[in-house]
């Protein structure tokens, strides 16, 4: 089992940056596939990325592809996204998530979940 939290979610202005962490307790953080969805109010989660147990590969959503990096530090059991040139549509509760088998999209293959961080973008 692993509890994951996030943190680095806040107010930026359109056009910033923001670089979110989620910190991972318990044992074999290295074996989970990881990711990062957001849910803006009255709208469903989504995703926004996810990346292999190594790192070895990433899958980006289309509205954040070339803006948002997603990365991993498995010494340090936690992962990042970082986010630039962020729009006001990029603002959204951000959650990352973890499962033991391959990383893929749907949220609902994903068995740890964190309490998530919001993030705000304003015009």
């Known amino acids: 089992q692993v509890e994951l939290v996030e943190s680095g979610g806040g107010l930026v202005q359109a056009g910033g940056s923001l670089r979110l962490s989620c910190a991972a307790s318990g044992r074999a953080f290295s074996l989970y596939s990881l990711a990062w969805f957001r849910q803006a109010p009255d709208k469903e989660r989504l995703f926004v990325a996810g990346i292999t147990w190594n790192g070895a590969n990433t899958v980006y959503a289309d509205s954040v592809k070339g803006r948002f990096t997603i990365s991993r530090d498995n010494a340090k059991n936690t992962m990042y996204l970082q986010m630039n040139s962020l729009k006001p549509e990029d603002t959204a509760v951000y959650s990352c998530?973890?499962?033991?088998?391959?990383?893929?999209?749907?949220?609902?293959?994903?068995?740890?979940w964190g309490q998530g961080t919001q993030v705000t973008v304003s015009s």
């Open positions: 998530a973890a499962r033991t088998s391959t990383m893929v999209t749907r949220s609902q293959a994903y068995e740890y």
